[in-house]
């Protein structure tokens, strides 16, 4: 009976303890760093006047807190920025300033008076926003990407809108964040042209004010719907918002009886804008419907539409064009919908959409809740990545691959289905000097298809080859990726193909992209093609073509030609050209492509849909050259990148971990015990660790920041091998969970972000302690006896030498470290939102605050700088041919 009571104070020691550190994390003031946060009032005001003037029609604006500290826990605060009268100007993109960690949202209105002329003023009282009606410009929230309108698309302010000013409105959620007093100046910065927009932006608002969900019941829908009496409308995306119950909201149009899906998400994840469905247009007699599904499960009180995050909202937002002739910049619905009429609402409007954990522990993570329950099931649950450490870095596993790998150049890497590691590389073959002539045609022919297996299935755990084929197939590999079917696509720059390849062990051919040994630049030839990226979604693929020609081309998956394009850039008239695109990776969550312009020393970013130029990262760390590319969409999302030698800069070679959406380098990672010779491809896995293909060396490296599978000593014993120890004893005392290889593995995958084998032990220690059973009381103390005993004896034999030796030992314990580097990051992605008061009066609500967008849509940073004058090319390969702008 002791027990139990000695047990719960360890817990509640364990919790205080957790809770200083999380106090104390020194992370906080890391993450602000990222914000683009200025610490100087007088520089947050200067950088609010701000005009960038690009071109003639060009510029942007950049609107920011004057340096404010608020006091109190939902505080909102607007400051005014006046626009210029003398012309009309368009809003096309919006790129924000801001962390979750400080701000909870933010919102931009366009109005004609604002109620205040100070330098800012508390907005979320009586006093509110603007004197006159307030429109909605853009909204932010939860870490959203930055917002790029469509082509020819612009929300209209200046002379002629009615909008001589813009209303910056900030919610700050939980003032624990000022708890340093640090002034913050977030804010975003908008891009803007003068030139007239055929088409002009607004915003549908559809949101209930009268729902009440009861504590307990499972279901609760709330409906809004409204006839719609204008001129046509075309919605290209939309958002749903909810708090913590909301489990789907769908938005429809309803013409002629017949409802058509504008769109559909779960408000518990990212709360950002989604491509609308595209053949949906709304005209005058269409109604306008939505439906949130809510449930009170868990809840012992009702639950009432507010601004707190006590309360709940219901809110489908439609993003909207329309001719400027007839342009409206603003509407809502707040009508309750007619029971009958949602008689007929399809059935996929009251199916929840299923939210990974990873997802929801992600969002509520920094999330400011009253809701302490649950609160306290999330920080238990997220301990581990809410404990932080500013320190990270991703370090190499030494002891990775336990056995020889008899690898030639690497080429590629890629991840199947499986999680595990894919290596491509070139066997016997080489790339020198005279591989090719001046007309790129291979010239090596006669020493046939490389004989050795090119493509190998590796454990990324251990590094043991699980699967070996590609021979007598290929004659100079290059990249490599693998589609949804576990297929490898594949380059061969001797071949000028890209080819499918089955990855059953029979290496079956299943499509041919260019004609085997002859180069060309038509659309059914490539030349020495570099790469293939491929759209998850519909299979499309993206290839990089390549040393001699400077494009990417775009097929369907049958291999039909779509599309092509070159080099992007944020100055139209000067397009600097791609120098040998080498790496292509296609981001799932933002439907883009990243090219490695490798150099030009630079990553660029384009829409997978049409080729248009989105960003581009060029950082004097890389030097000249970017070899390689890989994308994870874990929080905000990360780059991973690795350079290549330059003959013009002495800048060491590296890999580098980039945030995707502010462009910070925030890791940079190379081997401890020999140097990178040609780092030529890069890939992260499921886990955080990075693995790195050196063609130089003809190596793969492996990067982690998992303390358990780092190759250091501690106490002489490699912490590999007391994982293996652990193992044993468990499968031991426990035989009842012995299982073979391959079971073992499939749950390695299955459960990659889960504890290691170490935390896992104290899992299964307290959940045996739990039991009444006697002996799986016991076996806890068995286990950690067992565990003890030889690290002790080793422990103790390393000091007596160390003793004799130098009459003293220092021992060094190891840094605390968390699982890989998005376990340490991932924490800054989304939280929950707290919304603010109603937008327009209905019911008793105030209309000067409401809730706030969060955004979707491709970032507009660009990097002016000038591109690299390398004109070093893998193994002597052809320079490109000169190309016109």
């Not at 002629?160 to 003032?175: C, F, K, N």
């Not at 160390?802 to 220092?810: P, S």
């Not at 979707?856 to 390398?870: A, I, K, V």
Request: aromatic letters at 10%.
């Amino acid at each position: 009976m002791m027990g139990v009571p000695v047990f719960c104070v360890v817990v509640l020691a364990f919790i205080c303890t957790s809770h200083t550190l999380e106090i104390q994390n020194p992370l906080s003031r890391f993450k602000r760093s990222q914000e683009n946060v200025s610490l100087d009032p007088i520089d947050c005001v200067s950088r609010t006047k701000q005009q960038v003037f690009t071109n003639s029609h060009n510029f942007s604006l950049d609107i920011r807190m004057p340096g404010v500290v608020p006091t109190e826990s939902d505080t909102y605060l607007c400051t005014a920025f006046s626009l210029p009268t003398s012309r009309d100007a368009y809003i096309v993109d919006f790129m924000p300033h801001a962390n979750m960690d400080t701000v909870h949202h933010m919102l931009l209105f366009g109005c004609q008076t604002p109620v205040s002329s100070s330098s800012y003023w508390d907005c979320g009282s009586v006093q509110g926003t603007c004197e006159d009606e307030a429109s909605i410009m853009y909204a932010w929230a939860r870490n959203a990407p930055p917002t790029r309108l469509p082509k020819d698309v612009g929300f209209k302010v200046g002379r002629s809108s009615g909008m001589s000013h813009l209303v910056l409105q900030i919610h700050y959620g939980d003032v624990s964040a000022f708890k340093d007093h640090h002034r913050d100046c977030s804010g975003v910065t908008l891009r803007m042209t003068s030139k007239l927009q055929p088409f002009i932006a607004g915003i549908y608002l559809l949101m209930s004010v009268d729902t009440v969900i009861l504590p307990g019941k499972r279901v609760t829908n709330a409906d809004i719907a409204c006839d719609y009496t204008s001129y046509p409308i075309y919605p290209f995306a939309f958002r749903t918002h909810t708090h913590h119950l909301g489990k789907v909201v769908s938005g429809y149009r309803i013409r002629d009886g017949k409802w058509n899906l504008i769109g559909r998400q779960s408000p518990q994840l990212p709360q950002a804008f989604y491509p609308a469905n595209e053949e949906v247009n709304v005209k005058y007699g269409d109604t306008i419907a939505a439906r949130c599904v809510f449930t009170g499960e868990g809840r012992t009180f009702k639950t009432y539409i507010g601004g707190t995050s006590n309360d709940e909202m219901c809110n489908f937002y439609i993003m909207y064009y329309m001719d400027s002739k007839h342009a409206i910049p603003y509407m809502n619905c707040m009508e309750s919908g007619d029971k009958d009429l949602f008689q007929h609402v399809p059935a996929e409007a009251n199916i929840p959409i299923a939210v990974s954990p990873g997802h929801m522990n992600s969002m509520m993570h920094m999330g400011h809740s009253t809701d302490h329950q649950d609160n306290k099931l999330m920080l238990d649950e997220n301990k581990a990545e809410q404990v932080l450490d500013q320190d990270y870095h991703l370090e190499q596993v030494s002891a990775w691959p336990q056995t020889s790998l008899q690898l030639g150049q690497v080429s590629g890497l890629a991840l199947d289905s499986d999680a595990n590691l894919v290596i491509f590389h070139r066997g016997d073959h080489h790339w020198g000097a005279s591989s090719f002539n001046s007309q790129a045609r291979y010239q090596q022919r006669s020493q046939g298809p490389i004989q050795q297996s090119t493509i190998l299935v590796v454990d990324p755990a251990k590094g043991n080859i699980l699967k070996a084929s590609g021979r007598d197939m290929f004659f100079l590999p290059h990249g490599i990726t693998t589609d949804k079917n576990n297929n490898y696509w594949v380059t061969d720059v001797a071949l000028h193909q890209v080819l499918k390849v089955s990855s059953d062990g029979r290496d079956t051919v299943l499509l041919a992209l260019g004609e085997a040994f002859t180069p060309g630049s038509d659309n059914k030839h490539f030349c020495q093609p570099t790469d293939v990226a491929v759209d998850t979604e519909t299979g499309n693929i993206f290839v990089s073509d390549g040393y001699c020609n400077a494009r990417i081309l775009k097929f369907s998956a049958e291999g039909k030609y779509l599309s092509e394009w070159g080099a992007g850039s944020s100055e139209r008239k000067r397009r600097i050209p791609f120098r040998v695109p080498h790496s292509l990776v296609f981001l799932p969550d933002r439907q883009e492509v990243c090219v490695a312009d490798r150099e030009n020393g630079r990553i660029q970013c384009f829409i997978a849909q049409t080729g248009e130029f989105v960003k581009e990262i060029k950082k004097e760390e890389f030097g000249g050259e970017v070899f390689a590319i890989s994308y994870s969409p874990a929080g905000d999302g990360f780059i991973f990148a690795v350079n290549g030698e330059s003959p013009y800069r002495s800048t060491p070679l590296r890999g580098f971990v980039i945030d995707y959406s502010t462009m910070d380098i925030l890791d940079t990672f190379n081997p401890e015990k020999k140097e990178f010779k040609m780092p030529h491809d890069i890939v992260e896995t499921r886990d955080g660790s990075v693995f790195v293909g050196d063609a130089g060396s003809k190596s793969v490296f492996k990067f982690t920041t998992d303390k358990l599978h780092r190759s250091v000593k501690k106490a002489g014993i490699e912490v590999q091998e007391v994982d293996e120890m652990e193992t044993f004893v468990r499968t031991k005392v426990r035989p009842e969970h012995n299982m073979s290889k391959t079971a073992a593995i499939q749950e390695k995958q299955t459960v990659s972000l889960q504890p290691q084998p170490q935390e896992k032990a104290e899992e299964e220690k307290k959940k045996s302690a739990a039991k009444p059973n006697r002996e799986h009381a016991v076996l806890p103390a068995i286990i950690t006896t067992l565990l003890l005993i030889p690290l002790l004896v080793v422990i103790s034999i390393g000091l007596f030498i160390c003793w004799r030796k130098n009459n003293a030992c220092e021992v060094k314990t190891e840094p605390s470290s968390v699982r890989g580097i998005l376990g340490k990051i991932r924490g800054r992605a989304v939280g929950s939102l707290n919304l603010g008061n109603f937008f327009a009066s209905h019911k008793g609500y105030s209309r000067r605050g409401f809730d706030q967008l969060s955004t979707e849509g491709s970032d507009q940073e660009r990097n002016g700088g000038d591109s690299s004058d390398s004109e070093n090319e893998e193994y002597s390969a052809l320079p490109p041919p000169p190309s016109s702008s």
